[in-house]
């Protein structure tokens, strides 16, 4: 195949693949106001807060930082930062657990931070 017929079948793909995709404008109106997030592995348990992190982006919310907690927790913990406590209710809901705490923060730029616990377990991956 020449690489001219390369090229074109390459471009045609990548326009295809984005006629596809929703813009994150759109799907952010869907889901609700924007709500900054903090994930922070309480487990113990390596690579879980990469994990939470990925969990929450595909439900919307908008993920700026993750890394390690400085403590461990048995369960998930959802604190409220800033705001009122709707954006903790969401977070918690698109986790399917975690207690939801007012700890307000104004020097993170975040509404919500997460704890995650050992009781967290990300939903299984598949292939893309």
Partial sequence: MGQRVRLVLLVGLLVGCLERAPSPA??????????????????????????GTRHLRQQGLDVVFFGNADQTVDSTEVLVRRGDG??????????????????EDTLRRVNVTVLLGRDYRPPPRFPD
């Fill in 26 to 51: 759109a799907f952010q109106e869907a889901s609700g106001p924007r709500v900054l997030v903090e994930v922070l592995n309480a487990s113990g348990v390596p690579g879980l807060a990469r994990e």
């Fill in 86 to 103: 709707s954006a903790g209710a969401r977070v918690a809901r698109a986790l399917g657990l975690g207690a939801v705490r007012r700890v």
